[in-house]
């Protein structure tokens, strides 16, 4: 797998989906956008195009999947469809899924590439909460913006190094009026 290749999309919520949203639930409209940002780029770039596209989810991920394409004009390219929990695959020709061997290569490696998208995905939601929780905790402080948040970051490594800190080590790091408003801040029971 070439690491250069993946992408990470944060959903706009914004691909317009023609269904009832009790029919098209929002993962639906997740993959009908993703895919019609990806192969929208992959069009404007001029290629190169798959010759598999492995869709993580069911018939409803693959229909949405290939209405994006459809809008594309790209109809033409072979999409897969893997359901996580009985395992089948879902294509054009096999809209009722299809069961491979538990011990099928071809199954093994579909699962090892499912598996390291999931592990990506998830790294990067973690990765993504983890910097707008600590972004919330530490800048609802008045006087504390960007620049001040790096320094406090880098001297103290964490928000929980930062609640620790002295007054005359913030000092040093922010100044005085700012020092002053980080521990009124956490005095007041704030995070």
Partial sequence: MK??????????????????????????????????????KVLENGGPFPDLILIDGGKGQLAAAYQALQELGLANLVAVGIAKKEE?????????????PKDSPALL??????????????????????????????????????RRRKALLVSFGSVAGVRRATREELVRVVGTRCADAILGHFAAGNS
């Fill in 3 to 40: 690491k250069g290749e993946y992408r990470k999309f944060r959903i706009r919520g914004a691909s317009p989906v023609p269904h009832p949203p009790a029919l098209f639930p929002d993962d639906f409209a997740s993959m009908h956008e993703v895919v019609l940002r990806r192969y929208q």
């Fill in 88 to 100: 089948l695959l879902f294509t054009r020709e096999h809209a009722d899924g299809l069961a491979l």
């Fill in 109 to 146: 490696l579909i699962r090892r590439i499912r598996d390291e998208a999931h592990r990506f995905a998830v790294t990067f939601h973690r990765q993504s909460r983890a910097k707008r929780d600590l972004r919330s905790e530490i800048d609802v402080i008045p006087g504390v913006g960007t």
